[in-house]
Nanobody
């Protein structure tokens, strides 16, 4: 019922920047929490950053002060601006959204993931 389109991953040198975007579409009334997770090879998926519909944010300690999450509620879109990238940021990044699809049902949806590779 909710489709996600992610964009913005790629290969960048250490110290560079990338911007990830994720747009939710479908029968959506509104979206509450939206966020980004990442999973590196051999590691568990971890929260990178999240933002509520009111704009409250939460960041992993490892990315605080380097990454910025933002959203456009009218477009059901969430962005992740990643600056000062490090090789340890290399991972598949997944968009995660929680959207109201009826008057009583909130649906959690995961994106398919976008690869971010940071070379040293």
């Amino acid at each position: 019922q909710v489709q996600l389109v992610e964009s913005g991953g790629g290969l960048v040198q250490a110290g560079g920047s990338l911007r990830l975007s994720c747009t939710a579409s479908g029968r959506i009334f509104s979206c509450d929490a939206m966020g980004w997770y990442r999973q590196a090879p051999g590691k568990q998926r971890e929260l990178v950053a999240a933002i509520t519909s009111g704009g409250s944010t939460n960041y992993a300690d490892s990315v605080r002060d380097r990454f910025t999450i933002s959203r456009d509620n009218a477009k059901n879109t969430v962005h992740l601006q990643m600056n000062s990238l490090k090789p340890e940021d290399t991972a598949v990044y997944f968009c995660n959204v929680n959207c109201l699809v009826s008057t009583e049902i909130t649906l959690e949806t995961w994106g398919q993931g976008t690869q971010v590779t940071v070379s040293s």
